[in-house]
Structures are given as C-alpha cells and as structure tokens.
C-alpha cells in the first residue's frame, strides 16, 4: 500500500510538471560575444537540474570511493569479531559440556581478536587443567598477565586450578597477591580456606571460618567440622607446655568452648599437661551449657584424687545433675564411679546398680558391669565379682 501511494503521489507530479511546462513560453538567452545562445526556460530548468545531479553522482561517487578502504576494513573488522565472537561462546558452550579438547580449540579462535583473548585464555587454560595439561595451563595463564583488567579473574583462576592440584604454597601465594590486590569477595574467601586447610594453616583456617560464618556463606555442618579440625590439629600440637596451652584456650572465642567436641578436646590437652583442674573447670562449664553424652564420658575420664576436694566437688555437680536428669544412665554410671574412687561403697553401688538398669547401650553396660566387679572385688565378694565380670565379657564380645 506504500509503494502505491508513492507510484501515486510520482506519477501526479510529473503530470503536474508537464503540464506547467507545456505553457511556459519564457526564454533564456546566454550571451558572450560574439556568441549567443538561446534557451527555452524548460529546457534550461531541466539542464540545471540534470547538471545539478550530474554532479551530485560525481561527488558522490568519489566520497563512496575514498570511504571504499574503510568499509572494507571495517567490514573485515566486524567479521573478525563476529566468527570470534561465535569461536568463545562454542568454547564456552564445550567447556560446560565437559569436551575440555573442543573447549580450548574453540578458545584458540576466539584468542584472535585481542578484545576476546583474555577471556578466551582463562577458558583455554580452564579447559587444558581438566585434561591434565599443565604445560599449555600455563601458557594459557601467562598469556593473560598482559591485561591488568583480567588481573583479578587471572588470579581467581589460578588460586581455583592450583587448590585443585594441592598446590597449596603457589595457592598461598596467589591468595597474598589477591589480598593486595584488594580482592575479598566470598569466592576467594572460600578458596583462601580451602589452600589454608590444605597447608594445615590451622589459625588462619579459623579467621576464614569465622568470617564467612558472618557471611552465611558456609554451611553449619561444614563450618562445625573446620573448627573441630582446626581445633583439633592445634591442641594436639605437643610443643605447647601448659602456659602456651592455656594462652590458646583464653583466645578460643566463649560459643567453640562450649561445643562438646572442643571441649573435649581441650580436656585432653589439658589433663595431658598436668592441668586436671583447668580440664574439669572447662568440662562443667560445657556440661551446663550442653548436656552430651561426650563431655560427660570425658568428665568422668578426668576423675580427681581419692579424698581430694576436687573428688567431692565433682560427686557433688553430679548429684545435682542426677536430681533433674534421674534416667541418664551415663550420668549414674559416672556418680558411681566417683563414689567408687571415694570409697562410698553403698552410693556406689546403688548408682552403678541404677546405671545398669537404664542403659541402652552396650558401651554403658560394660563399664557398669566391671564397676560393679571392682566395688565387689573392694568389699571382698568374689562370687558377685566374678558374676560381673563374666557379664562384662558378654558385653564385650556382643558390642
């Protein structure tokens, strides 16, 4: 319908300038002596305007000439980037498919146009790690050191292929040129842990811990079992002596020395340095704050001497826990074996008897058994003793 109303509209213009040309009778007369030349007024309107166009294509036609060299260029430019754009996406698009070969033949295309060549390396040097190729990785890396806009992807890339390969000294490295770099998102938090962990960097494993946990970036499960390592790995380092050992534990934060594995752990170290009374100090304090069947085996490891105050304050912290805990069989098998240790020979008895009735597990029914076997071995009673000691050879060997 457009084009028909432009036939239209054409069509009646030149009617229209016929028309007015048909009764035209002016003359043009171009004189220059001695000639003379006589021109209608059509017919001059028409060579002015044909002149006119005539040189419009001319110039025209020398402008499209001069440009001629840089459409081409910008034509062979725009080609360029169009197949090396398609060359990175089908590098990319292989790489996630997992053909690592195709990803970096893709990425070496993609390489030929310098705006692409950075990312296309990472790729490359992404795609030659998954197929074991750490030569060409490096070349791959080393290409992108040029850019200082890829410094930080560069670094990201090699700190994730080099944690990979438990490279961890190089990852350290790269994890100190991303701290100067000023690069501390989550991603390279996680990756900082991970080369920590793996040169067993444990106080610094703990400062990554506690930063991402402020993050949610961590899951809880994940987060408890780094600490319980991390804690793990620096309390049983044996070149602490009992001050250095009590330094560390005063700069364990206040909620890790409540958690039963911890606290345990710190037990250990402790009574190992001769420290019982700082081992059962920091096990009541967890044991309030968090009743667990751990803490309360590691509380009745840590039984002081016979006679000693230490002996009867722990009797004591059990009884009142006994008061609000009456079925807890571990609790009354712990009781009786302090009472046991203090020669309450009665107290004993009942406890470790009421320990035997409620427990569940075999582990429980073991000890209470050859408690029992011992308390009548004190008192004299080899038959009773004996009996016991048979049923915690049963115990034994069902588990």
């Known amino acids: 319908m457009k084009i028909l109303l432009w036939l239209l509209t054409l069509f009646a213009s030149a009617i229209g300038l016929a028309m007015l040309a048909r009764f035209n009778p002016g003359n043009v007369v171009l004189f220059y002596p001695p000639y003379r030349i006589d021109l209608s007024l059509n017919f001059f309107i028409f060579a002015v305007l044909a002149l006119f166009l005539a040189i419009y294509v001319v110039i025209r036609a020398v402008r499209l000439t001069q440009k001629l060299p840089g459409r081409v260029i910008a034509y062979r430019r725009t080609k360029r980037e169009n197949e090396s754009n398609k060359a990175l996406r089908d590098a990319l698009r292989a790489y996630f498919e997992g053909r690592f070969g195709q990803a970096e033949k893709s990425a070496t295309r993609a390489s030929d146009l310098p705006e692409n ?10 795609a030659a790690h998954r197929m074991r190729q750490g030569d060409r990785r490096d070349i791959w890396l080393a290409s992108t050191e040029v850019d200082p806009n890829l410094k930080a992807a560069r670094l990201m890339t090699a700190l994730e292929l080099q944690v990979d390969e438990h490279h961890f000294k190089q990852a350290l490295e790269t994890v100190e040129e991303l701290n100067a770099n000023g690069t501390r998102h989550i991603q390279a938090l996680q990756w900082a842990l991970k080369a920590n962990q793996q040169a067993k960097n444990w106080p610094e494993v703990l400062r990554l811990v506690q930063t991402l946990d402020k993050r949610n970036a961590l899951h809880p499960a994940l987060s408890n079992r ?75 490891e840590s039984t002081a001497e016979a006679g000693s105050p230490a002996l009867l304050s722990q009797i004591e912290h059990c009884e009142s826990w006994l008061a609000k805990n009456p079925t807890d069989a571990e609790l009354a098998l712990t009781l009786g074996m302090f009472c046991l240790r203090q020669k309450l020979w009665g107290k004993a008895q009942r406890h470790l008897e009421q320990a035997l009735s409620d427990a569940i597990e075999p582990r429980t029914v073991r000890e209470s058994h050859l408690a029992l076997a011992q308390l009548h071995e004190a008192l004299d009673q080899p038959e009773q003793a004996a009996a016991h000691f048979k049923q915690c050879a049963l115990a034994t060997s069902i588990r």
Do not use: C, Q, T
């Open 117 to 126: 060549a950075g990312i296309a390396a990472l790729v490359g040097a992404r």
């Open 226 to 300: 780094l600490r319980e390592m991390s804690y793990d790995a620096l309390l049983s380092d044996r070149s602490h002596d009992a001050e250095s050992i009590r330094l560390l534990w005063n700069g364990v934060p206040g909620a890790d020395k409540l958690k039963p594995y911890i606290a345990v752990r710190a037990a250990h170290a402790f009574a190992s340095r001769g420290l019982h009374d700082d081992a059962r100090s920091l096990l009541e304090r967890a044991l309030v704050a968090d009743w667990s069947v751990r803490l309360l085996r590691a509380y009745r």
